[in-house]
């Protein structure tokens, strides 16, 4: 028995795969909802941002908002091909009761070459402060 649901991903991309297109690596990942069988609802640029910890080298990302309707039975394939998928960094894929409106708004411009280099790591914290030495207890004499 079939049964279609609607689905929200959200997809962390690759920064160097952005660098080279927007659109088509856009094209390429919403490509492989549709090769099971999905159709896309909504796909856009949600932000770009720096992550929280390095991930596979880089320290900036790229996430993708892909809002699908597909068959419950093919979203197991649709996560094989996410986790295969090189340009995914990660990927948040999650059943979705309705469809935001924003979803369906616009996408702004975006400038792939406004991204910042991620060339070299964040500079390493300081290290801790020396602890103090304490001044030697004068011994106790009693009278």
């Not at 080298?57 to 039975?73: I, K, M, W």
């Not at 197991?76 to 409106?101: K, M, W």
């Amino acid at each position: 028995m079939q049964r279609k649901r609607t689905y929200e991903c959200m997809c962390l991309l690759d920064n160097r795969e952005v660098r080279k297109g927007w659109q088509p690596l856009k094209d390429a990942v919403t490509a492989q909802f549709t090769k099971h069988g999905a159709s896309i609802l909504s796909s856009r640029r949600w932000d770009e941002r720096r992550l929280a910890y390095p991930i596979r080298a880089q320290h900036r990302g790229t996430y993708l908002l892909v809002y699908f309707s597909a068959d419950t039975q093919a979203v197991a394939g649709i996560r094989r091909d996410l986790h295969f998928n090189e340009s995914l960094l990660r990927y948040l894929l999650l059943d979705c009761p309705e469809v935001p409106q924003a979803a369906y708004e616009p996408e702004a411009d975006f400038d792939v070459n406004a991204i910042p280099a991620d060339d070299a790591p964040p500079p390493p914290p300081p290290p801790p402060p020396a602890p103090e030495a304490e001044a030697p207890a004068e011994p106790v004499t009693e009278s």
